[in-house]
């Protein structure tokens, strides 16, 4: 990867240090031309006449065969949402329920796993049941700990792939086979997913993925996708039917025909072509980087990030230790100070991350456009900050 020809890209790096693409990421200038090229293309030409709609539709295609590539699934296999957890909430809220029937997830989950999951146990009688992971766990115990909340009445495992809080990561395809072995689904909330790590839906065995554009693929907010197991694409229902949800209707005699097995059936009516090409657009700069080579390099970056953090008196790092579940999240305490004064003073000095709950600290995202040496300004205004 050639640093510097991607720095020039992103325009972000020439005015400060952003080490928060965990929560958005910064785009690259030809995502942001491309999106106004549309945006153009529609004020010049109108969004709506019989040159702008197959230009739109061929778009939509783009997108789904870029995630498609990028998820490794095909591309009839791809829903495309507005957000990470408007995917979440199509499966969970999509799948018919039982009281009695179980979701498994985990203390350390973001509001969008928990919040849906809850409010299923309370109209459908749905029992959650939420494994204790710490930061600090390896696989093993994770897998342990998730399966000690499993039973025959297990329906969906229900985790972040990456805890947004710690960096930990999951072990997606044992978590698959653990649900498959009870007859459930994997539905993994893959927000700190895409566009960090090398993706393999297929390989992995999982049933439902659902990713974000904005995150650390780097395009525009308002996009996103979800993969959906083809089998199980009848077995969602649309629980906000547009258009694309039915292939045919009487209104006469009420008869429906079901868009049953078409990912198109959970598209609301009119979405943004414009911000749909620049995740296609998003996407396409990253696969030509390689995805292999984003996570390798991400996760270089953390392992010097964590050195330098262990050299300052009183910081405690709260997120794992290297390894199998370490990811480009590096969290961490300072004593003394709140995670958000310390944020606020990073962000004094032209670094941008954020602070974090559970557990309490500073969330630094160490993407592949970052450097060694931004990171050694970073730590060393930590230093200054701990004295
Ligand atoms: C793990 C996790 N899930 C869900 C979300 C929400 O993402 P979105 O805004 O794409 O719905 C986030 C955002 O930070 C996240 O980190």
Redesign the pocket.
């Known amino acids: 990867m050639d640093i510097s020809a991607v720095r020039a890209a992103i325009p972000v790096t020439k005015n400060l240090i952003y080490m928060n693409t965990?929560?958005s990421g910064p785009s690259p200038t030809r995502v942001t031309r491309r999106i106004t090229d549309q945006l153009t293309y529609e004020v010049e030409r109108g969004p709506a006449t019989l040159d702008a709609l197959p230009r739109s539709r061929a778009v939509h295609e783009e997108l789904a065969k870029a995630v498609g590539g990028l998820l490794n699934a095909p591309e009839d296999t791809i829903a495309l949402t507005q957000?990470?957890?408007?995917?979440?909430l199509i499966v969970v809220n999509g799948l018919d329920w039982s009281p009695g029937d179980e979701i498994v997830t985990c203390s350390l989950?973001?509001?969008?796993?928990m919040l849906p999951s809850l409010l299923l146990q309370r109209s459908h009688g749905v029992r959650v049941r939420v494994a204790e992971i710490s930061p600090n766990d390896d696989k093993a115990t994770i897998l342990a700990k998730m399966e000690a909340e499993m039973s025959e009445r297990t329906r969906l495992v229900f985790v972040?792939h990456?805890?947004?809080s710690c960096g930990l990561r999951f072990p997606a395809q044992e978590l698959a086979e653990m649900a498959h072995r009870r007859g459930g689904y994997l539905l993994l909330?893959?927000?700190?997913c895409a566009g960090q790590i090398a993706i393999d839906v297929r390989g992995w065995d999982v049933d439902f993925y659902s990713?974000?554009g904005?995150?650390w693929l780097m395009g525009p907010?308002g996009t996103?996708a979800l993969y959906i197991r083809k089998e199980l694409l009848p077995a969602v229902t649309p629980r906000y039917p547009a258009h694309g949800a039915v292939e045919e209707y009487d209104v006469k005699t009420g008869a429906l025909k079901l868009n049953e097995s078409n990912p198109r059936k959970f598209r609301m009516s009119t979405t943004s072509t414009a911000l749909e090409a620049g995740m296609a657009e998003a996407i396409a700069f990253q696969r030509e980087i390689g995805p292999d080579v984003i996570e390798a390099r991400g996760l270089a970056l953390a392992a010097t990030l964590r050195d330098g953090l262990y050299s300052i008196p009183g910081v405690a790092i709260t997120s794992p230790d290297g390894g199998e579940t370490s990811t480009a999240l590096v969290t961490f305490a300072l004593a003394g100070r709140e995670p958000r004064e310390v944020v606020e003073l990073l962000w004094a000095r032209g670094i941008a991350a954020r602070q974090v709950a559970t557990p309490p600290a500073v969330r630094l995202c160490t993407a592949f456009f970052n450097t060694e040496e931004e990171i050694a300004q970073v730590c060393a205004v930590l230093g200054e900050i701990a004295r």
């Open positions: 965990g929560w957000s990470t957890t408007h995917g979440l989950e973001h509001p969008s796993v972040s990456i805890q947004f909330d893959a927000a700190q990713i974000p904005h995150k907010d996103g």
